[in-house]
């Protein structure tokens, strides 16, 4: 059976790149989608591992035959979520977490992407001031305006298939894990074995 | 939170019933939809517990009431599936289970009763055999009749949300706490707890 693609987002702060690499560790059929960067590996960071380094000519070649499902430029660099890498895992049976922000997941939404739409939520807003403060990466200003758009993005989550709050780790990956079971139970998946089942 | 109905049906054979009642052993916010009869309890059977039962007249005037989701004529008397225990327990958080022939299924879809809809499917036509077989209840003649009508019906499947196959009991039963898991995590039953979050 072919595997999915799932898209897991969150505000900032919500430990979405936590929960996936916990739900990572739990299971073999599921596998994180591989960004593609033209900024340059980083001391001890692997191609096809950490990111696909490409060159700025290479990364523009495969974005003009429309093979990034969304890209965005940082600064200096482009940063993308490749087609290759995803649809390749996905047809051998992987299930693919792409997580990205609430910007990007409503980009593939509303390119009409076909994936499982995972919503992570921090159990309360006071909770993710206390995380970004734990941080201590951004000054008070910053954390002010994150929360700031954090309850706007919330505000938002009926754009998703699925909320799960990540107030326990365990408990949020069980949710994920569910739920990638149950998408797995979809009865529309079930055309190739009903006509096993017919044919026996 | 609220609980909500799950309706799963399968082919006569393919093992509602013990999966139901695997199911019920392993959580305590499931419960069975619990049928109204106006057969005469047989010994042991408890009011309440094994089905309700009722004065045809009593039968009668709750479905001109419209509190039957589904009932049905067999010889003598009545079966149906009240409404008022599955309002009042979804309500107070649990989640019921109605398990049910293929043609109540359908009825209650065409209704358009809201509802998780299950199919359980056996994992093989000569593996359903084999169980009818098994049961020694059936002529010859009425194994083919069911086989043949098993036949028919899965390949209504996609009449359901779901399909969950039967082989190994344990995860048949994992398959469905996973939909119901992940049927409890869509992003429309978070209304309440997204509001939670932002006041927060």
Same mark, same amino acid.
Not at 18 to 39: F, S
Not at 52 to 74: Q, T
């Given at each position: 059976?072919?595997?999915?693609?799932?898209?897991?987002? $969150?505000?900032?702060? $919500?430990? /979405?790149?936590?929960?996936?690499?916990?739900?990572?560790?739990?299971?073999?059929?599921?596998?994180?989608?591989?960004?593609?960067?033209?900024?340059?590996? @980083?001391?001890?960071?692997?191609?096809?591992?950490?990111?696909?380094?490409?060159?700025?000519?290479?990364? @523009?070649?495969?974005?003009?035959?429309?093979?990034?499902?969304?890209? $965005?430029?940082?600064?200096?660099?482009?940063?993308?979520?490749? @087609?290759?890498?995803?649809?390749?895992?996905?047809? $051998?049976?992987?299930?693919?977490?792409?997580?990205?922000?609430?910007?990007?997941?409503?980009?593939?939404?509303?390119?009409?992407?076909?994936?499982?739409?995972?919503?992570?939520?921090?159990?309360?807003?006071?909770?993710?001031?206390?995380?970004?403060?734990?941080?201590?990466?951004?000054?008070?200003?910053?954390?002010?305006?994150?929360?700031?758009?954090?309850?706007?993005?919330?505000?938002?989550?009926?754009?998703?298939?699925?909320?799960?709050?990540?107030?326990?780790?365990?408990?949020?990956?069980?949710?994920?894990?569910?739920?990638?079971?149950?998408?797995?139970?979809?009865?529309?998946?079930?055309?190739? /074995?009903?006509?096993?089942?017919?044919?026996?």
């Amino acid at each position: 059976m072919k595997g999915m693609l799932i898209v897991l987002s $969150a505000p900032s702060g $919500a430990g /979405k790149t936590t929960v996936c690499q916990a739900l990572l560790e739990r299971t073999d059929r599921v596998k994180r989608a591989i960004t593609t960067t033209t900024r340059p590996p @980083r001391p001890g960071e692997t191609d096809g591992v950490d990111y696909f380094f490409l060159s700025e000519e290479e990364f @523009r070649e495969k974005l003009d035959r429309g093979r990034f499902l969304e890209h $965005a430029r940082i600064y200096d660099h482009y940063y993308g979520s490749g @087609r290759d890498y995803v649809e390749s895992q996905v047809e $051998a049976g992987y299930d693919v977490v792409l997580v990205i922000d609430v910007q990007g997941a409503r980009s593939l939404r509303e390119m009409g992407v076909e994936a499982v739409y995972v919503y992570l939520l921090p159990p309360s807003l006071s909770e993710l001031r206390r995380r970004l403060e734990g941080r201590k990466t951004d000054s008070p200003e910053v954390i002010e305006k994150r929360l700031s758009r954090a309850r706007d993005e919330i505000s938002r989550y009926t754009d998703y298939d699925y909320c799960v709050i990540n107030d326990d780790l365990a408990a949020a990956v069980d949710d994920l894990e569910a739920i990638l079971r149950a998408e797995r139970s979809r009865a529309e998946k079930f055309s190739g /074995k009903v006509e096993e089942i017919i044919a026996s």
